[in-house]
């Protein structure tokens, strides 16, 4: 098995401007982390791959994935709003940052698709295909949605789509008012202990080099707060409602599974297999939830071979 890349593609930052959320609510502008590696295709024909990272993770996760993909296309891979080099939503609305305006709410899953939607747009991307690992392909599966016109295809790894799925064990706690606080204190005090429980938490064995980079999107006092924000906004009823209303519409969809994936089971990945006309089911023998980090090659592959056939 190849040995992961430790080195983060570099990014930049991009403030999107301000908008409406589905429901009509004010979304603020908010700058986010952007990395985009590869290029764009000469012949126009390979779509740009939006991929997005669920929680505690960060773009950091595809790093692989990209460097396998850079000859194929362009990936573009930013940290969700909240998350990593992004900027955090705050609590009461107003954004952290004096030259981005203010943030209405950016915490929810929702919120996120209505600003990846903005986000294309300051990119200049009129259509692309989506990759999303955990909560990050449940946004993917809202922004397409949201913008059926602009999503060509989803590639789903472990994402929960209905509301039985979530809370997984490791978030219950966090999810406690007070609880969660004193926990995440904890590990900004105890680095060993916040290492296996950033590693439960993403459902995967990793070394101490690679958790260390999800630990510090969550050692100041602000960033653990803006955390436990998205954490405690997750609320899968808008998601399961987009998904229903995709499999009515279908589009060409790729399920992505780790065999041995103990935070979700790989029965309810053939279930959205199932659901989805179509959809097409790729399971990864021995391995686990985060596939991204574990398998990044076989990721690539499947994700370079299903795109190649659209």
Same mark, same amino acid.
């Given at each position: 098995?190849?040995?992961?890349?430790?080195?983060?593609?570099?990014?930049?930052?991009?403030?999107?401007?301000?908008?409406?959320s589905r429901d009509g609510?004010?979304?603020?502008?908010?700058?986010?982390?952007?990395?985009?590696?590869?290029?764009?295709?000469?012949?126009?024909?390979?779509?740009?791959?939006?991929?997005?990272?669920?929680? %505690?993770?960060?773009?950091?996760?595809?790093?692989?994935?990209?460097?396998?993909?850079?000859?194929?296309?362009?990936?573009?891979?930013?940290?969700?709003?909240?998350?990593?080099?992004?900027?955090r939503p705050s609590s009461?609305?107003?954004?952290?940052?004096?030259?981005?305006?203010?943030? *209405?709410?950016?915490?929810?899953?929702?919120?996120?698709? *209505?600003?990846?939607?903005?986000l294309l747009d300051q990119?200049?991307?009129?259509?692309?295909?989506?990759?999303?690992?955990?909560?990050?392909?449940?946004?993917?599966?809202?922004?397409?949605?949201?913008?059926?016109?602009?999503?060509?295809?989803?590639?789903?790894?472990?994402? %929960?789509?209905?509301?039985?799925?979530?809370?997984? %064990?490791?978030?219950?706690?966090?999810?406690?008012?007070?609880?969660?606080?004193?926990?995440?204190?904890?590990?900004?005090?105890?680095?060993?202990?916040?290492?296996?429980?950033?590693?439960?938490?993403?459902?995967?064995?990793?070394?101490?080099?690679?958790?260390?980079?999800?630990?510090?999107?969550?050692? *100041?006092?602000?960033?653990?707060?803006?955390?436990?924000?998205?954490?405690?906004?997750?609320?899968?009823?808008?998601?399961?409602?987009?998904?229903?209303?995709?499999?009515?519409?279908?589009?060409?969809?790729?399920?992505?599974?780790?065999?041995?994936?103990?935070?979700?089971?790989?029965?309810?990945?053939?279930?959205?297999?199932?659901?989805?006309?179509?959809?097409?089911?790729?399971?990864?023998?021995?391995?686990?939830?985060?596939? %991204?980090?574990?398998?990044?090659?076989?990721?690539?592959?499947?994700?370079?071979?299903?795109?190649?056939?659209?």
């Amino acid at each position: 098995m190849p040995q992961p890349d430790v080195h983060p593609l570099p990014g930049r930052e991009i403030v999107v401007p301000a908008g409406a959320s589905r429901d009509g609510r004010s979304v603020g502008a908010l700058r986010l982390h952007v990395v985009e590696h590869g290029a764009p295709s000469r012949d126009g024909k390979a779509l740009p791959l939006l991929m997005l990272h669920g929680l %505690p993770a960060t773009s950091y996760l595809w790093r692989d994935v990209a460097r396998d993909l850079e000859h194929d296309r362009l990936c573009v891979m930013p940290d969700l709003a909240g998350c990593g080099e992004s900027e955090r939503p705050s609590s009461s609305g107003e954004s952290s940052g004096q030259a981005t305006g203010h943030a *209405s709410e950016g915490s929810r899953l929702e919120d996120q698709a *209505s600003l990846l939607l903005r986000l294309l747009d300051q990119l200049g991307l009129e259509r692309v295909a989506v990759l999303g690992a955990d909560l990050g392909g449940t946004v993917a599966v809202q922004l397409a949605a949201r913008a059926r016109d602009r999503v060509a295809a989803l590639a789903l790894v472990g994402t %929960p789509l209905h509301p039985l799925l979530w809370p997984t %064990p490791p978030v219950v706690p966090l999810l406690v008012p007070g609880v969660g606080e004193a926990l995440l204190a904890a590990l900004r005090a105890r680095p060993r202990l916040g290492r296996r429980v950033v590693a439960r938490a993403l459902g995967a064995r990793l070394p101490d080099r690679e958790l260390d980079r999800y630990l510090a999107a969550l050692r *100041s006092r602000e960033d653990a707060a803006a955390f436990l924000r998205l954490v405690r906004a997750v609320d899968l009823r808008p998601a399961e409602r987009a998904w229903e209303q995709l499999c009515a519409d279908p589009l060409p969809t790729l399920v992505l599974w780790g065999t041995e994936d103990a935070l979700r089971s790989p029965a309810y990945g053939r279930r959205l297999v199932a659901e989805m006309p179509g959809a097409i089911w790729a399971p990864v023998a021995g391995a686990g939830h985060l596939l %991204p980090a574990e398998r990044p090659e076989r990721v690539a592959e499947e994700v370079a071979g299903f795109l190649a056939e659209l």
